[in-house]
């Protein structure tokens, strides 16, 4: 199996959807003659023309929009933004109409669009640029939202978010974009909705998503060290959430710790916490816990940006809590 | 927010402890974990630890002083915290011992300046809102459910006493009495007879009036309460066999002179032993009695019962079948030392699937023990003593033994218990046949 840059799986999937389906077409700042601000869209204006690729005007609302109703008309969309800090000016777009159109249309109008870009902090960018916006879209009913943590998973969960006839937000991650691993070549569809276990283990459940994935897996590196033996389930899919991939896995080991890198408030980590105690309560040996970014606007220190994040020794911490070792 | 520090339930048959020691002083910071007082449960002298961090506050309970667990002892409280001035629990002194006055004269003091409170009554035996309320994770409870165990005689060692799943497992699936009950006071074979004391008897010289009430200990009690579940609902009978203990004795002797220094092999241990291998030969009786169902242990972990200053307990020796003689007689050793000190964890008395009293040393030449139960069994070893026997034709003096084994007959039978003890027999006749 080749092994791909994580924004190389995306652009595998872009150009494979772009040339299986004539209705599929790219739009957002920069991803034509530039290529893309992280190269997600090498070679494929060269490939589909400016038709089918489009460089648009900083101006996220009007290109949401624009989207919005090409996918009415019957295309297939794909808006990129530059990154989903700049996307909360296309809210309107996302919440308003997208996710309400088919449910307004009494089922007339199917919106068949993915909005994608980077998601959550990178390195220094400041409490603006640095936010991760997944608890604030996986709120709206009408939207279904995947934040894929790997290469291969990068790739099959895009393509499933083209062919989905829903509007679909994909998360990505500037920190994520050079990270490398197998993906499978051709035709390799996530189907949305099924998280993956990352790693097997018996004692304590690690949650996570998106670039927690590499926290969380870290951490049960750490705490296989201390001989205990823990689970890491990728959730890949935050809207719908699989539900049964979660219970099964606390069910087994008793103990969960999410992570995530939103805020506590009201963040991804409530909603699974939620599941748990609500299908899981029985095989709960310890309350959940979450570990999650500092509730703070991030800082743009590099030291208190740091402490701010989730990380694996924060996550140890908590599992070791929860098994009571503490 | 200000923390109640609770009696919490230290063994798993407590009901109430007695204060014996703080640690912490009130107005002291403490940190969570920190120890804050010795408690004398009805098993051990265990420490009660702090929930949380803060300043010890509202100690409601002076030393010496038996209250019902569940009940506030004190408070941990933020620095400078208003204190909840109206404790939901009104600290209970128990009717045993010198408690209530004490707990008058010391009755909780204000600790620093400005802190608002209304007075406490330490005194009162008010209903304690909170008492019995039964930490335990939703895990714990179904497990318990489904093993049958009763909660409120597990021991939580998560925060607040929290029952978890550990707990659960550490108890074995323990059937409803999880303690030890021992019957004949036996002193560690270890010690000798020198540990033997019953010292909290009050001595006859020095005694005024016609009689003197001695208030029950809290091992006593348990004691007593727990004996009271054994002989009398439990249809005992019991087998007695006398054993020929010529080539044990020279066996030992052999063993101890190759040792030299390096250990010291004893009948007890060469008993425990042979009782456990005799016990992987007869699962029938290696068996707990539960309401529903016999659970037969595949695992042998011999009781032994071990006498301590005012009552006994048994500790449990895991494993025995597995476990070399030296090994035994160090574990042995260890756990009647840490019994007598009463430093016993409850996970060293519990979960015990026979037992071994030994009053050999007092020159007992016979006796009935009292099975503990869920166990199905217990035999009880008597002395060693030279008696003319009929051996090959002739009356020669040999070192013999009678070992009497007390069934319950809801488990084992007659016959069940005969070939059990048969083995054991053979086995301690010829040593060797531990090898077969």
């Known amino acids: ?326 | 927010m200000a923390t109640k520090v609770f009696m919490e339930a230290l063994s798993p048959t407590m009901e109430e402890g007695r204060l014996v020691k703080w640690h912490k002083r009130e107005g002291e910071v403490v940190k969570a974990g920190e120890t804050l007082a010795e408690v004398e449960t009805d098993k051990a002298i265990m420490d009660l630890v702090a929930r949380a961090d803060g300043v010890l506050r509202q100690v409601a309970v002076t030393e010496g002083q038996t209250v019902p667990v569940g009940n506030v002892v004190a408070v941990i409280a933020a620095p400078g915290e208003n204190v909840d001035t109206s404790p939901a629990v009104a600290p209970v002194v128990s009717g045993s011992g010198g408690g209530r006055r004490e707990a008058l004269k010391d009755s909780p003091t204000v600790a620093g300046g400005g802190i608002a409170r209304s007075a406490p009554t330490p005194v009162v035996a008010a209903p304690a809102a909170e008492a019995g309320r039964l930490r335990a994770s939703p895990l714990a409870k179904r497990i318990a459910k489904e093993a049958g165990v009763d909660l409120q005689l597990v021991t939580g060692s998560g925060p607040g006493g929290r029952v978890v799943k550990r707990d659960l497992e550490s108890a074995a699936g323990r059937a409803p009495a999880p303690a030890s009950v021992p019957t004949a006071l036996a002193p560690s074979p270890a010690t000798g007879r020198e540990s033997f004391r019953v010292s909290r008897l009050p001595s006859p010289e020095r005694a005024e009036g016609a009689y003197q009430d001695v208030p029950l200990t809290q091992i006593r009690k348990t004691i007593a309460k727990r004996l009271a579940t054994s002989l009398g609902p439990i249809p005992h009978f019991f087998l007695t066999t006398e054993v020929d203990m010529e080539r044990a004795a020279e066996a030992r002797d052999a063993l101890n002179r190759q040792l030299g220094d390096r250990g010291k092999v004893s009948f007890n241990d060469v008993i425990v032993k042979a009782t456990a291998l005799a016990l992987t030969k007869h699962r029938a009786c290696n068996a707990w009695f539960q309401d529903d169902h016999i659970r037969y242990w595949n695992e042998v972990h011999i009781g032994m019962a071990v006498a301590v200053e005012d009552g006994l307990i048994t500790p449990v020796i895991r494993h025995a079948d597995l476990k070399a003689l030296l090994e035994i007689g160090g574990e042995a050793r260890d756990l009647a030392e840490k019994a007598r000190n009463r430093r016993l964890q409850p996970s060293e008395y519990t979960g015990a699937t026979f037992s071994v009293s030994n009053l050999g040393m007092f020159e007992i030449d016979q006796f009935t023990a009292v099975i503990n139960p869920p166990e199905a069994g217990i035999i009880a070893v008597g002395s060693i003593a030279p008696k003319p026997v009929v051996w090959d034709g002739q009356v020669v003096p040999r070192r013999r033994m009678r070992i009497t084994m007390s069934c319950d007959h809801r488990v084992i039978d007659g016959a069940t218990g005969a070939a059990f003890l048969k083995t054991l027999k053979e086995m301690l006749e010829n040593p060797l046949a531990m090898l077969l």
């Open chain 1, 1 to 326: 199996m080749p092994t791909l840059t994580y924004r190389d799986a995306l652009n595998q999937a872009l150009r494979e959807e772009m040339q299986r389906d004539g209705n599929v077409f790219l739009m957002g700042e920069e991803v034509g003659v530039y290529q893309g601000a992280y190269k997600v869209s090498r070679g494929l204006l060269e490939e589909f023309g400016p038709m089918r690729v489009v460089d648009t005007p900083i101006a996220e609302l009007g290109f949401a929009g624009i989207g919005v109703g090409a996918a009415m008309a019957g295309l297939r969309p794909v808006i990129e933004f530059m990154t989903w800090n700049f996307a909360v000016l296309a809210l309107d777009q996302i919440v308003n109409s997208a996710a309400k159109i088919l449910y307004e249309s009494g089922g007339q109008l199917p919106i068949p669009i993915v909005f994608r870009g980077p998601n959550g902090a990178a390195l220094q960018l400041g409490a603006q640029h640095s936010q991760a916006w997944e608890s604030w879209l996986s709120h709206i009913p009408g939207l279904k939202v995947v934040a894929p943590a790997t290469p291969a998973d990068a790739k099959g969960l895009l393509k499933a978010a083209i062919r989905d006839d829903n509007p679909v937000i994909v998360l990505e991650g500037e920190m994520l974009y050079n990270t490398k691993g197998e993906v499978p070549e051709g035709e390799y569809v996530v189907p949305i909705g099924q998280a993956d276990v990352k790693r097997t283990g018996q004692d304590v459940t690690l949650i996570c998503h998106s670039k927690t994935v590499s926290v969380a897996l870290k951490a049960a590196e750490q705490l296989a060290e201390e001989g205990v033996s823990a689970e890491v389930v990728d959730l890949r899919s935050l809207r719908p959430l699989d539900e049964a991939t979660i219970t099964g896995s606390v069910a087994k080991t008793n103990r969960a710790v999410v992570v995530e890198e939103g805020w506590p408030h009201c963040g991804i980590g409530a909603q699974v916490v939620d599941v748990i105690q609500r299908e899981a309560f029985d095989h709960l040996d310890a309350p959940v816990l979450r570990v999650t970014q500092a509730d703070v606007p991030m800082p743009y220190n590099k030291q208190l940006e740091r402490l701010a994040k989730p990380s694996p020794e924060k996550v140890v911490a908590a599992a070791r809590r929860v098994l009571y070792l503490d």
